[in-house]
Nanobody, 125 residues
């Protein structure tokens, strides 16, 4: 049974930083492309960042380039999203996702096979 468990969300002031983590189990993590998505209230889920198996390919949404960094530790079966220079518009539930089908980093929700339960990130102004 595949499980993705996010942690590290919370409340932070604008300009601050936060790191969210996603611990994976029940899958071959080193062969899974991992992604982070966000969903704000009343909006569709959208791509934030993705990282390939070995971490050599990383992709970011334009809105977070230069502020967010995705990384992974295959020894710990964990993927991270370091978020710096946070703005109120980053407020959302952040979801971790795993794709065991493709090596490339996908940007669509349908590219991913498994999802975590989400962690809330709130940025106050």
């Amino acid at each position: 049974q595949v499980q993705l468990v996010e942690s590290g969300g919370g409340l932070v002031q604008a300009g601050g930083s936060l790191r969210v983590s996603c611990a994976a189990s029940g899958l071959t993590f080193s062969r899974a492309t991992m992604g982070w998505f966000l969903q704000a209230p009343g909006k569709e889920r959208e791509f934030v960042a993705g990282i390939s198996w070995g971490g050599y390919t990383r992709d970011y949404a334009d809105s977070v380039k230069g502020r967010f960094t995705i990384s992974r530790d295959n020894a710990k079966n964990t993927v991270y999203l370091q978020m710096n220079s946070l703005i109120p518009e980053d407020t959302a539930v952040y979801y971790c996702a795993a794709d065991q089908t493709r090596q490339r980093v996908g940007r669509r929700s349908s590219d991913y096979d498994y999802w975590g339960q989400g962690t809330q990130v709130t940025v106050s102004s």
